[in-house]
C-alpha cells in the first residue's frame, strides 16, 4: 500500500510541475508587478510560470523578470516598464522588445540557428553574446560586453560590432 501511495504522490507531483514550453521559455525571478498576454488575454506573472512562442511579457513600473528562454538558449532580464516577446521555431529565436531595455545572454548558436533581437526601428543579430538592448521612445541603444552584434536599422545603416561597443540609433 505504501509502493502505491508513493507512486501516486510522485505521479501527482509531477503532473504539478510547471515546465518551459520548448518554443518559449520559463519565468525564473520576478521582482514588482509584470504580467503575461496570451492569445490577448493578460494575467498576472509568477515565477515558475511558463510561457509560448507568441507570448509577450509587460513589466510595470517597479517589475523586473528574469527569464530562460528555449531551455538553455538564453537568459534575460527585462527591466520595468517594458514589452517583451518571444518568438521561436527549431531554426530560429526571435526577440522583439517593443518597449523598454533589457539585459540578454545568449549562448553560441548552432550552425544555421539563428537569435535575433528586433525594435520598432533596429534588428540585432547575435552571435553567442552578453549584451543590452533598450528602447527609448525614437532612440534605440545597443550596448554588449562579449561577441559579436550584427546591427541593423530600418533605414541603411548595417555593421556588425565587436566585444564593448555601443550603439544609439535615432
Known sequence: MNRIAAIALLTF??????????GGGLVRT????????????????KVGDAFESGDTIHTGPTG????????????AEIQPNASF???????STEVNL?????????TKS???????????TTIAGVRGTKFYTAQFEDIVAVCHCEGDVEFSTTGAY??????????FMR
Open 158 to 167: 548595417k555593421a556588425v560590432h565587436h566585444t564593448d561597443t555601443l550603439v
Open 98 to 106: 517593443n518597449r523598454g531595455n533589457a539585459w540578454l545572454a545568449v
Open 30 to 45: 520576478l521582482q514588482g508587478s509584470a504580467e503575461l498576454e496570451h492569445a490577448g488575454a493578460r494575467k498576472p506573472l
Open 110 to 120: 548552432s550552425p544555421g540557428e539563428e537569435f535575433t533581437v528586433r525594435t520598432p
Open 85 to 91: 516577446q518571444v518568438n521561436s521555431n527549431n531554426a
Open 13 to 22: 507531483a509531477a503532473a504539478c510541475t510547471k515546465t518551459a514550453v520548448p
Open 64 to 75: 523586473i523578470v528574469v527569464v530562460a528562454i528555449r531551455g538553455s538558449l538564453a537568459q
